[in-house]
């Protein structure tokens, strides 16, 4: 459906329901991948025609590296980003996938352990990664991001502030980054998914309604598509996911 031929993508929080499903995608589309997650331990399960474990190492005609990083963690960013830029010589996506969820307690509940938790996954994860690689693609008038926000970053609702602000924050990042590095051929743009029909949903949410929920491989698709030459007038857009249920 798309074509990523010779192309360098990074993926965040590759391990993950979404992320092994972009990392999947984009592998078949042709990109060779940079794949970070601080559990670089699970990679190699996902992608079993990957040789050795370390960062360096690849298979698959040298498209597949795997990369270990804290992303809340600003310095340790740009040493990878120098690092995967050094190995492959450019990065023309980046997917800012790695976040997390938690809710249900009210902002009087919440301790601060939370809010920064869900801060530095949501946030400053996606902060550091924009920051890191769009130097690189300024200089060569190129690239792509996509930020993933949410639903709940479109209103407040009880029980989840400090996920919701974390998320609404990614999309201030994307406006405004898109804004910034228009004029210099890098086009930023997010997806608003609703809730992830993943295992992990089903099993903290087991009363849910699914049919409502978005197939991780729909979101991909709206990934794939804000990144490709199809979306290249494309930029400074939030793109609500919500499924077929809203």
């Not at 559990?39 to 370390?54: H, K, V």
């Not at 550091?128 to 639903?151: E, Q, T, Y």
């Not at 970053?153 to 602000?165: V, W």
């Not at 990144?227 to 809203?246: D, I, N, W």
Request: proline share 5%.
């Amino acid at each position: 459906m798309f074509d990523f031929s010779d192309k360098v993508a990074v993926v965040s929080g590759a391990s993950g329901a979404l992320g092994s499903v972009i990392a999947r995608r984009l592998f078949e589309a042709g990109a060779t991948l940079a794949l970070i997650d601080r559990a670089i331990d699970r990679l190699p399960a996902l992608w079993p025609e990957a040789e050795g474990g370390d960062a360096f190492d690849a298979g698959a005609d040298a498209r597949l590296y795997f990369f270990a990083c804290d992303l809340a963690d600003g310095p340790a960013v740009e040493r990878t980003v120098v690092q995967i830029a050094s190995r492959l010589g450019r990065i023309d996506h980046l997917f800012n996938i790695a976040g997390t969820y938690r809710g249900g307690e009210t902002i009087e509940e919440a301790p601060d352990e939370t809010w920064s938790m869900l801060w530095e996954a949501n946030f400053l994860s996606a902060l550091h990664l924009c920051r890191a690689v769009v130097p690189g693609m300024r200089r060569r008038g190129s690239g792509s991001i996509v930020n993933v926000g949410s639903k709940a970053s479109l209103g407040g609702d009880a029980g989840a502030a400090p996920y919701s602000i974390a998320k609404t924050a990614v999309v201030r990042l994307t406006e405004s980054l898109a804004a910034e590095v228009r004029r210099d051929g890098v086009r930023v743009n997010a997806v608003l998914p609703g809730t992830l029909d993943t295992p992990a949903n089903h099993h903290a949410m087991p009363d849910g309604d699914s049919r409502a929920w978005v197939e991780p491989e729909a979101l991909a698709d709206a990934m794939l598509f804000l990144a490709s030459p199809e979306a290249r007038a494309v930029t400074g857009v939030a793109l609500p996911v919500f499924g077929l249920g809203g």
